[in-house]
T-cell receptor, first 115, second 112 residues
């Protein structure tokens, strides 16, 4: 595997379900991100982790719970979601600040549908 | 203001033509302006980026023009090809590149 991978690629869940999205990066980066991409809206940054520590929470509802056990893995735990949470969830990684040029590399995303 | 406004929402260009996508921003503290390209089923990928100390940057057929006084920047795709058909996002950030603020995207279709 190369780059940034995400699983599952598609997920359908009910409002009372609990599910998790997984992201893995094989680029040796120390920063990881979750974004939400909805139709006709800008990509919304949700969370940023640097060296496993959360450094940014962009006022995300608590029904989204991130977890970063190490610099290569990032999870997004989902519970009691709403239909308006249906979107493409993108993971990205980069070098951390202070490491010079740190382009963000995106995974292919998980298409989430909440019924 | 953190918004980045992007236009047009969609664009159809004939093969060999020039595609132009425009973005405007409010926050004068922004100091990094990348463009991302996204194909269906893929995540966005960095295409080209510019810092405000230059007014233009060119990489192959792709050029960013930057107007600091107008707080605008644009992407020009010369000799557009069908393979350029994708959604393009402009973005901006300040110091450290981590908090990228994205535009709403432009869906480009290059007709053969």
């Amino acid at each position: 595997e190369t780059g940034v991978t995400q699983t599952p690629r598609h997920l359908v869940m009910g409002m009372t379900n609990k599910k998790s999205l997984k992201c893995e990066q094989h680029l040796g980066h120390n920063a990881m991100y979750w974004y939400k991409q909805s139709a006709k809206k800008p990509l919304e940054l949700m969370f940023v982790y640097n060296f496993k520590e959360q450094t940014e929470n962009n006022s995300v509802p608590s029904r989204f719970s991130p977890e970063c056990p190490n610099s290569s893995h990032l999870f997004l735990h989902l519970h009691t979601l709403q239909p308006e949470d249906s979107a493409l969830y993108l993971c990205a990684s980069s070098h951390s600040p202070g490491a010079g040029y740190n382009e963000q590399f995106f995974g292919p995303g998980t298409r989430l549908t909440v019924l | 203001q953190q918004q980045v406004k992007q236009s047009p929402q969609s664009l159809i260009v004939q093969k060999g033509g020039i595609s132009i996508i425009n973005c405007a921003y409010e926050n004068t503290a922004f100091d990094y302006f990348p463009w991302y390209q996204q194909f269906p089923g893929k995540g966005p990928a960095l295409l080209i980026a510019i810092r405000p100390d230059v007014s233009e940057k060119k990489e192959g057929r792709f050029t960013i023009s930057f107007n600091k006084s107008a707080k605008q920047f644009s992407l020009h795709i010369m000799d557009s090809q069908p393979g350029d058909s994708a959604t393009y996002f402009c973005a901006a950030s300040k110091g450290g590149f981590q908090k990228l603020v994205f535009g709403t995207g432009t869906r480009l279709l290059v007709s053969p």
